[in-house]
C-alpha cells in the first residue's frame, strides 16, 4: 500500500455535499470526509478545510421561489447558514475547529495577506481545523474571489500546501460535462493546463454552487504552479477517502508544476487584480526580461485608473504583448506627468527627487516565466 506523500493539504468541499437538497445542511457525504481529515490528524498530517454551502444551508431559513436568487438574497442565506455549516461541520471532530471568513479584498492586500498566513499557520501549530470560506455576507463585486475553487487555491498556496483535494459531486474531469454527454470519459491526469483543457469545463446545474468545472481547472492551474498537486474528486462516494489515504488517485490529479512560483510572484500573478496598464519601449522590455527595474525613461504610455500600490500590467508597445505584471510605485495621474522622463529632469519641473523604480524588480514578475 502507497503512503499518500503529501503533509499538508486543502479539502474543498462544494454545496452539493453541504447541503444536497432544499432542507439545509446534511450529514449524508460528509462523514466520510470528517473521517478522512481525523485520520490524517492522527497521521500528523495537516488539513485546512475549505468549505462552501452556507448559502445552500441558509435555503432552509430564508426561502426563495425563483432559481434566480438575487444577490442580497443569497447573502442573507449565507449569513444564516454559515452557522449551520460551521455547527454541521464542528459535530464530527473531537478537535477544536475555527472559523476564517476572508475575501478576495484581504487577500490582495499584503500585510493582511500576511496576517491570515500567519493566524492559518499558528491554528495548524495548536491542532485546530480552520474551516475557511469567503465572507459572502459582506463580500461586494469588486472585493470577492467569486467561487471557493479559486479561494481553497489561494489558502494552498497561503499555507504552502503540498496538496489540493477538491471534493465535488463527480468523479473528476472528464472530456465533456457528463450530465450533458453521458458518454464522456474521465481524464486521470493532466499534465499541463491547457486552454484545451479549459474547453472541455461546463459551468454547474446546481442553482446554489458557482463556478462548475471551470473554476476548478482555474484553481488546479494557481495550486500546480504553486508546486501543489491538485486532485477533482468525488466527495459522494466513500471509496474515494480510502483511496486517498492509500495515496491512490481516485480522480483527477493535476499535476504540480517543478519549478514553482515563490510565494510573493505567486501571490503577484495569481491573487492581485491588475487594475491599468503600462506601455513600454522595445528596450525597456528586453532590459525587464532580463530582470531590470521598471524606471520612468523607458514609459511610452499610461492607460486606466490607479493608485499607487496597485498592479498593473506592462504591455510592449509595438506587439501589445503582455510582458510582465508589477506593483506600481506611482499612481496613474504621476505617472503621465513624469513618464520617459529622467530622474533629473523630473526633480527640475517638480521640484522632488522621485522614486526611480516605478517598479521594483522584486515586484515585477515576467508572465513569460509560467
Ligand atoms: N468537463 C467536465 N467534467 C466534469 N464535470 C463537469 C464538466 N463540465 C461541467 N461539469 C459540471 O461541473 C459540476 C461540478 O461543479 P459545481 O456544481 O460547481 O460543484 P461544487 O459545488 O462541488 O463546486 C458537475 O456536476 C458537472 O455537471
Ligand atoms: N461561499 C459560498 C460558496 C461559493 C461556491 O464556490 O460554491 P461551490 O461551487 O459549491 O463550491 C457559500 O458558502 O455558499
Not at 497521521?43 to 468549505?51: A, D, I, N, P, Y
Not at 493582511?112 to 474551516?131: A, F, K
Not at 454527454?181 to 499541463?192: F, G, L, Q, R, S
Request: charge should be negative; hydrophobic fraction near 40%.
Amino acid at each position: 500500500m502507497k503512503m499518500p506523500s503529501w503533509q499538508r493539504a486543502v479539502v474543498k468541499v462544494g454545496s452539493a455535499l453541504i447541503a444536497p437538497d432544499d432542507t439545509g445542511t446534511s450529514t449524508k457525504y460528509l462523514l466520510a470526509i470528517a473521517r478522512f481529515i481525523i485520520e490524517c490528524h492522527e497521521r500528523g498530517q495537516e488539513v485546512v478545510l475549505v468549505s462552501s454551502g452556507s448559502a445552500a444551508a441558509g435555503r432552509k431559513h430564508i426561502s426563495y421561489d425563483s432559481d434566480k436568487i438575487p444577490v442580497t438574497v443569497k447573502k442573507a442565506m449565507a449569513a444564516v447558514g454559515q452557522n449551520d455549516m460551521m455547527a454541521n461541520w464542528s459535530r464530527f471532530f473531537d478537535f477544536p475547529c475555527a472559523q476564517v471568513l476572508m475575501t478576495h479584498g484581504d487577500l490582495r492586500d499584503r500585510a493582511r495577506y500576511v496576517s491570515i498566513r500567519n493566524t492559518l499557520h499558528t491554528l495548524l501549530e495548536h491542532s485546530v481545523l480552520p474551516i475557511v470560506n469567503e465572507n459572502d455576507a459582506l463580500a461586494t463585486d469588486e472585493m470577492k474571489v467569486g467561487d471557493n475553487d479559486n479561494l481553497a487555491a489561494m489558502v494552498a498556496t497561503l499555507v504552502d500546501a503540498d496538496a489540493l483535494f477538491i471534493c465535488s459531486d463527480i468523479d473528476g474531469l472528464f472530456d465533456a460535462d457528463p450530465r450533458v454527454k453521458p458518454d464522456a470519459k474521465k481524464i486521470p491526469e493532466v499534465d499541463t493546463i491547457t486552454e484545451e483543457i479549459f474547453a472541455l469545463a461546463g459551468g454547474t446545474t446546481n442553482k446554489i454552487a458557482t463556478g462548475g468545472m471551470r473554476t476548478k481547472i482555474e484553481a488546479a492551474e494557481k495550486a500546480t504552479s504553486h508546486g501543489i498537486d491538485t486532485y477533482i474528486v468525488n466527495g459522494r462516494k466513500g471509496e474515494t477517502f480510502e483511496l486517498l489515504l492509500q495515496g491512490e488517485n481516485p480522480g483527477t490529479l493535476f499535476k504540480r508544476q517543478q519549478d514553482p512560483m515563490s510565494n510573493k510572484k505567486h501571490w503577484l500573478r495569481h491573487t492581485l487584480i491588475s487594475q491599468g496598464e503600462i506601455v513600454v519601449s522595445e528596450a525597456t522590455a528586453q532590459a525587464l526580461i532580463k530582470g531590470a527595474p521598471l524606471t520612468t525613461t523607458g514609459i511610452v504610455d499610461v492607460q486606466g485608473d490607479f493608485n499607487r500600490g496597485d498592479a498593473v500590467v506592462i504591455r510592449h508597445g509595438e506587439s501589445a504583448e503582455a510582458i510582465a505584471k508589477g506593483i506600481c510605485q506611482y499612481s496613474s495621474h504621476e505617472l503621465l506627468h513624469i513618464k520617459g522622463q529622467e530622474a533629473s529632469s523630473i526633480a527640475e519641473q517638480y521640484g522632488y527627487s522621485p522614486i526611480t523604480e516605478v517598479i521594483e524588480s522584486n515586484d515585477l514578475m515576467i508572465l513569460e516565466d509560467e
